[in-house]
């Protein structure tokens, strides 16, 4: 759903963990906010496992970036655009050394054909316990 600011608030994505829309179009350009890989209406993220203070004690990465990229598909087609419509995506990893294989692979499956710009870093922590978030960048009729 758009507001009058241009303002993408999804229903079928996870609600965002602080105050700030799904996406925002400007233009011909839709621009997502950082998106993650958990489920929406819950705080369950596929493939983390949590102690009890929360914290991570194991992870499966390939969960994730599938669940991440469904997340994105999902906003990106509620707005109005398409996978396909992706032109740049800024990728964060908290474990690059480990991680970047397995996503990078899956990056090459989901993007087989004309793939997007893309950076890829890797960043101490995230505001959630996940492993890897989007930051997307679209073309919108």
Partial sequence: MTDQNNSIHSSKAPEPVGLYPHAKRVGNLLFLSGVGPR???????????????????????????????????????????????????????????????????????????????RTTLEINCLPTPIAIELKVIATID
């Fill in 39 to 117: 489920e929406k209406g819950t705080k369950k993220i596929p493939g983390v496992e949590l102690d009890e203070q929360g914290r991570i004690v194991n992870y499966d990465i390939a969960k994730q970036c599938h669940s991440v990229f469904n997340n994105v598909k999902m906003i990106l087609e509620e707005s109005g655009s398409s996978w396909d419509r992706i032109v740049d995506v800024t990728v964060f990893l908290t474990n690059m050394k480990d991680d970047f294989p397995t996503y990078n692979k899956l990056w090459a499956e989901y993007f087989a054909n004309n793939p997007p710009c």
